[in-house]
């Protein structure tokens, strides 16, 4: 899919224009968005989502990641005039990460999102942000994963509904796959539970709700926030 959007600037433009392309056959295409004149765009391009699945009432699983997604570019419409034409060059995922998400038991945790975080993509000296994006995975039935990925350095963890972060490892890959890699959540039997409310009392799907964990003690506003760890949701 390649998106384009102005929110950043124009709060009216926020929703993005998409449409779906097809690199797999010659690794080559050619895609026209339509765009507002006048505003200033950010596009970028990543695996596409069928959003047919948002229909179903749970977000859809993570796309298949065939290529790693660059950074995106800001495409300045003139009004009355096409802006220049922007290049995206797609790195291929050729490689992966595996491994396994288990619980304090060490039993697997099914339907985790894991992540491949690039490390090194900032370089302090010259500010220069260099054109790495991450991959995305779930686990399956017995926690386990696979992360499609090109080669370099990845921060890997996983975040589930209800469920505080796991651990989180570093792993350089090379030429080779890189296989056994364990995380650990903390897959607790406490819940909280409740509902997200818009203005007119309609729920709304798909919100995001962390918990931090917080001691009281006395005092204004007097909290202990030593070994605090949100919780997703």
């Known amino acids: 899919d390649v998106f384009c959007s102005a929110g950043f600037s124009s709060y009216e433009f926020s929703a993005p224009v998409m449409k779906a392309v097809d690199v797999a056959t010659s690794g080559n295409t050619t895609v026209t968005m339509k765009l507002q004149g006048g505003k200033t765009y950010e596009c970028g391009i990543g695996p596409?989502?069928?959003?047919?699945?948002?229909?179903?009432?749970?977000?859809?699983?993570?796309?298949?990641?065939?290529?790693?997604?660059?950074?995106?570019?800001?495409?300045?419409?003139?009004?009355?005039?096409?802006?220049?034409?922007?290049?995206?060059?797609?790195?291929?995922?050729?490689?992966?990460?595996?491994?396994?998400?288990?619980?304090?038991?060490g039993t697997g945790i099914a339907n985790v999102f894991v992540n491949a975080a690039p490390i090194g993509c900032f370089d302090a000296t010259t500010g220069v942000v260099a054109d790495c994006f991450g991959s995305f995975a779930q686990t399956t039935s017995d926690g386990a994963f696979t992360l499609k990925v090109s080669g370099g350095t990845y921060e890997i963890g996983a975040d589930g509904q209800g469920l505080p972060p796991s651990t989180r490892e570093i792993t350089t890959v090379t030429t080779t796959n890189i296989t056994s890699v364990a995380l650990k959540m903390v897959k607790s039997s406490t819940t909280i539970s409740g509902k997200i409310l818009d203005e007119s009392g309609n729920g709304i799907k798909y919100a995001h709700v962390s918990g931090e964990r917080r001691t009281i003690t006395t005092g204004t506003d007097a909290c202990n926030f030593t070994n605090t760890r949100p919780s997703g949701g």
């Open 48 to 105: 596409h989502m069928d959003f047919a699945m948002f229909a179903t009432g749970t977000p859809p699983p993570p796309p298949t990641f065939d290529f790693m997604p660059p950074k995106p570019l800001q495409v300045v419409v003139p009004t009355g005039a096409d802006p220049a034409g922007i290049t995206f060059a797609l790195k291929t995922t050729s490689l992966t990460i595996s491994g396994t998400v288990k619980d304090g038991s």
